[in-house]
């Protein structure tokens, strides 16, 4: 089958993945820590994960909203994630990271959160964007960026993390993977997916 683009169906696409599907990470895991066999999709999908915990620790001292990226000629470009950046007036779920997958949910999924270890980044790090173990992790390494001094930001993870998907399967939704993830960044505003330009 041809791949198309499904222009007319982007913006029911992205409807659909604003409506989170799981409140929290710690309902797709066992008793032993695993994520649940086939609890998630094993097809290309795009997803989202949002902050669906209470704003309060997001308004916490624990909290640093602050993020230093490299930027044009290596020099530091500072951003500062307020509360309109955020959305946080509204009480609704914050989008913290929106992504695309081939290979399965599932496994994305586990490959963001690395739920084996308690701490992914060095504990107490600085505002600069530290590099991250994996070129994966871009959800549990936001984590870690905004609780800097936190020792196990597992647990946040899992009361306070939820996850939104739209399964669009297979080589003929190729491009419209590529154009809802794209549109989906643009009007969420993940702070997570952030970059900047060199």
């Not at 999924?109 to 084996?116: D, E, F, K, T």
Request: hydrophobic share 40%; aromatic share 6%.
């Amino acid at each position: 089958m041809r791949a198309t683009v499904d222009g007319g169906s982007l913006g029911r696409w992205f409807e659909e993945l604003c409506r989170v599907r799981v409140t929290s990470i710690g309902e797709l895991m066992t008793a032993r820590g695993k994520l649940k066999a086939s609890c998630l999709p094993h097809c290309s999908t795009i997803y989202a994960f949002w902050w669906t915990g209470s704003d309060v620790l997001l308004h916490s001292r624990k909290c640093r909203r602050d993020i230093v990226l490299k930027g044009p000629g290596g020099r530091s470009v500072a951003l500062h994630m307020d509360d309109d950046w955020l959305g946080l007036s509204t009480g609704l779920p914050v989008p913290l990271y929106v992504g695309k997958t081939a290979a399965g949910l599932q496994k994305r999924v586990s490959q963001h959160l690395m739920l084996g270890r308690e701490r992914i980044l060095p504990l107490g790090s600085a505002a600069d964007k530290a590099k991250a173990p994996t070129t994966s992790c871009q959800l549990r390494a936001g984590i870690e960026h905004l609780f800097p001094d936190e020792r196990n930001t597992r647990t946040i993870v899992l009361e306070n993390v939820g996850l939104s998907y739209v399964e669009l399967d297979g080589d003929r939704h190729a491009a419209n993977r590529f154009y809802l993830e794209d549109m989906a960044i643009g009007r969420m505003r993940p702070p997570f997916n952030v970059d900047i330009e060199r």
